[in-house]
Structures are given as structure tokens and as C-alpha cells.
């Protein structure tokens, strides 16, 4: 089960001059909506002059949540492509955006694909890509006794982390990659008397 993803931890940037248009790209990392809301307000604001502003983001593990914006540009010349770049990374929780001066000369269909497709490349070069775990959480209850048993089969997974707290019985909250949480629940639920919480 692949449980891996790939996302960015800080912004980068790119610049292309194509017939006098600039294309000045931008990547940012992003976990909400919301995220990107901002941003883009902020960009709309900071180049207020410019024909257009041009953008695509993916959220999520699953890479399913995803937006285009052509802002202007005809139909599927900008945000497509700038997409087209995120998916061929493989990345996710990130927005791209890609501004445009225009320059006088018309580029066409083609040559809007391509000038924007090569910005947001550049955007993603000039940044780091990292790869994160997808993690599950799970909580478990059990009395003190149990905690030598439970500690034990911890040990074995060295990527669990994990919080206590053992005022009357003991409560744990483990984080643990997704693809071990199975056979993480099958070892901890075989101790006679450690639950784990819905």
C-alpha cells in the first residue's frame, strides 16, 4: 500500500521572458482552501498590474482536490498546464501561480501551453520536493500492568511517535504510518486487556 506523498516546505519561484510577455511563477506550500484564498488575494493586490494572474493547486493525500484558473487566458492555455506541471511531480498541498505581464505579441494557443507550462516547471525546480508519510492515529486504553507489553511491541516500529498519559489507567495516542497500522492494531489488540478507542 503506498502511503507516501510528495509536497514542498517552502516556496520557490521561476521567471520566463517569451516574446516580451513575463511569466514571473511562484509555488507555495498549502494545506487548506483557505490557504490559497489568501495567497492569491495577496498576489491579486501586489501585481494589481498585471493582464493576468494564473493559478492551480492539489490538496491532499488522495491528490484529489484541485483547481484551475485561467484568469483570462482562453480556456484551458494557463491554469491546465501550470496543473499539468503538479501532476507530472507528483506533488500535492502546494499552489502554483504564474503571473503575466503581456508583452504586445499575441503567442497563441500553443504558445500561451507551453510559456506557462515552463514557468510553473521552473517554479517547482527552484524548490524543495520532500516526501512525507500518510499517518494514522490511533488512541488505546489499558491498565498500568500492561504498560512493559505495550512498550515492547512500541519498540518494534521505530517510526510510531506517540503522547501519554498516565494519571489513572493508561491513555496513548500513536501516530504510525499507514501501511504498518494493521499489524500495529493486531499486536497492541492481542494483549489481553489494551482497547483501542473508536
Not at 125 to 150: G, P, R
Not at 163 to 185: A, G, N, P
Amino acid at each position: 500500500m503506498e502511503d507516501i506523498y510528495k509536497t514542498i516546505t517552502k516556496p520557490g519561484e521561476g521567471y520566463i521572458n517569451e516574446k516580451k510577455s513575463k511569466f514571473l511563477s511562484f509555488i507555495f506550500p498549502i494545506s487548506s482552501v483557505e490557504d490559497t484564498k489568501e495567497i492569491l488575494e495577496e498576489f491579486k493586490k501586489k501585481y494589481y498590474d498585471a493582464r493576468h494572474v494564473c493559478w492551480a493547486y492539489m490538496l491532499g493525500h488522495e491528490r484529489e482536490e484541485f483547481r484551475v484558473n485561467d484568469d483570462g487566458e482562453p480556456s484551458g492555455t494557463a491554469g491546465k498546464p501550470i496543473l499539468g506541471q503538479i501532476n507530472s511531480s507528483e506533488l500535492t498541498n502546494v499552489l502554483i501561480i504564474v503571473i503575466r505581464y503581456f508583452g504586445g505579441t499575441l503567442l497563441g494557443t500553443g504558445g500561451l501551453i507551453r510559456a506557462y507550462k515552463e514557468a510553473a516547471a521552473l517554479a517547482i525546480a527552484n524548490t524543495e520536493v520532500i516526501e512525507k508519510t500518510i499517518d494514522d492515529t490511533i488512541k488505546i486504553h489499558f491498565e498500568y500492568v500492561l504498560l512493559n507489553d505495550v512498550m515492547r511491541i512500541l519498540k518494534q516500529f521505530e517510526t510510531v511517535k506517540w503522547t501519554q498519559d498516565f494519571r489513572e489507567s493508561c491513555r496513548m495516542e500513536l501516530v504510525v504510518r499507514r501501511s504498518l497500522t494493521t499489524q500495529l492494531t493486531d499486536m497492541l489488540t492481542s494483549i489481553y486487556g489494551v482497547e483501542i478507542e473508536e
